[in-house]
């Protein structure tokens, strides 16, 4: 079994459909993928902050139930969050709260020992065995360094975007609990990435091309889609996700994921017609 752990509220769709898709177009899979999706009701904070609908994981499971016996589960925690983290300093974080709901991980019964942490803006270009079999055995977790934070702040500066966690070394080291608690206690500029990285005991660093936040080679089995720095035609910045195609083709000059991306416009258009048809 392959497990995965995607975070947010419902505005996480088309990257859950997009990176499924490229996981089951990429990969020689002999085993099931089980999809674990955390998400809360925060929409006192903001009008958007509202869960991942059961349609949509409803649909979600449908499209992966045509690759195989793969599963989905919706994990609601609100209750959590408010417990924890209600008006702490991070709140406001540099994302949403949402980015800081995978540091629930060790307190929800029923996710598995090792699991992928994907955000949802990362397309796989190679199997994922590649990543997923990679002992973690005796660390906490495994990722990659950060494109920008690497040479900014620390050469192991980790991305959070891709993590394999060994939860069940984390849960022993109490990593998450005290990530927890610098979250709940100090303003921190990534905030759960920081928290993250500061809680760290023993981690396994691997190589950029399973976390690629800038390039996409041959070699690289993660593209991940985070914002990043553009020196034309003036330096700039700009957050394109992989599911804008029409920029993917404009300003990367990807066309290496064109069969994952019409058949997510096909199945993007069949999803809204079933929500306006029940409607």
Not at 32 to 55: K, R
Not at 185 to 210: E, G, H, V, Y
Not at 256 to 273: M, P, S, W
């Amino acid at each position: 079994m392959i497990n995965i752990l995607f975070a947010g509220n419902h505005g996480v769709f088309d990257g859950m459909l997009t990176c499924a898709l490229s996981i089951f177009k990429r990969s020689q899979l002999k085993e099931n993928v089980a999809f674990y999706v955390l998400t809360m009701d925060v929409s006192h904070i903001s009008p958007s902050y509202t869960p991942v609908t059961d349609s949509q994981i409803s649909f979600f499971e449908s499209v992966i139930r045509q690759y195989g016996d793969h599963s989905v589960k919706k994990i609601d925690v609100t209750d959590l969050y408010m417990a924890e983290f209600s008006g702490c300093p991070n709140e406001g974080a540099y994302c949403s709260p949402y980015t800081l709901i995978r540091l629930f991980a060790d307190k929800i019964d029923g996710i598995p020992d090792k699991i992928l942490y994907l955000d949802v803006d990362i397309m796989f270009n190679r199997d994922i065995h590649l990543l997923y079999d990679i002992d973690v055995d005796g660390v906490e977790y495994a990722a990659a360094r950060d494109h920008y934070g690497k040479y900014l702040l620390n050469p192991n500066y980790v991305n959070a975007g891709v993590l394999l966690f060994n939860l069940g070394y984390m849960k022993e080291t109490g990593i998450l609990e005290k990530a927890r608690d610098l979250i709940k206690t100090k303003k921190l500029t990534f905030a759960d990435q920081s928290a993250l990285i500061r809680s760290t005991t023993k981690k396994k660093m691997l190589p950029q091309r399973f976390n690629d936040q800038k390039f996409l080679h041959k070699h690289t089995v993660v593209r991940h889609f985070s914002k990043r720095l553009f020196y034309l035609p003036y330096p700039h910045t700009d957050n394109i996700k992989q599911w804008q195609v029409s920029k993917v083709h404009k300003v990367f000059g990807y066309y290496e994921f064109d069969d994952i991306l019409y058949e997510y416009i096909y199945l993007k258009r069949k999803y809204t017609q079933e929500l306006t048809n029940g409607s």
